[in-house]
């Protein structure tokens, strides 16, 4: 399996239902994407984070899947329309548990 976590510090004074959208819009997401065994948007509620305050944590059959899903036009869509124009920056990690 293949992981992918992606942290979000929002702008300043997003309303929070524009958050909620953007949050519903990326879950929808895993209803119509092969390869995606998991998805989940949560607000980030670390002790530590830094201003990252929403949290993306998903899980793919394989890296190739991951890669097709974050490249796919309904996945830059949501990007484009529902989370850049929220998003002050963001920090990706990636991991494969078959990967020793």
Same mark, same amino acid.
């Given at each position: 399996?293949?992981?992918?976590?992606?942290?979000?510090?929002?702008?300043?004074?997003?309303?929070? !239902?524009?958050?909620? *959208?953007?949050?519903?819009? &990326?879950?929808?997401?895993? $209803? #119509?994407?092969?390869?995606? @065994?998991?998805?989940?948007?949560?607000?980030?509620?670390? !002790?530590?984070?830094? *201003?990252?305050?929403?949290? &993306?944590?998903?899980?793919? $059959? #394989?890296?190739?899947?991951? @890669?097709?899903?974050?490249?796919?036009?309904?996945?830059?869509?949501?990007?484009?329309?529902?989370?850049?124009? &929220?998003?002050?920056?963001?920090?990706?990690?990636?991991?494969?548990?078959?990967?020793?």
């Amino acid at each position: 399996m293949f992981h992918r976590t992606i942290l979000f510090a929002l702008k300043p004074g997003i309303a929070l !239902d524009r958050v909620r *959208g953007a949050r519903e819009s &990326l879950q929808r997401l895993i $209803e #119509t994407m092969p390869g995606v @065994d998991h998805l989940a948007v949560v607000h980030n509620v670390a !002790d530590e984070r830094q *201003g990252y305050n929403l949290a &993306l944590f998903s899980g793919f $059959e #394989t890296k190739t899947a991951a @890669d097709i899903f974050f490249r796919h036009p309904e996945y830059r869509r949501v990007w484009q329309q529902d989370l850049a124009p &929220l998003v002050e920056r963001h920090l990706v990690a990636d991991g494969d548990s078959e990967v020793g």
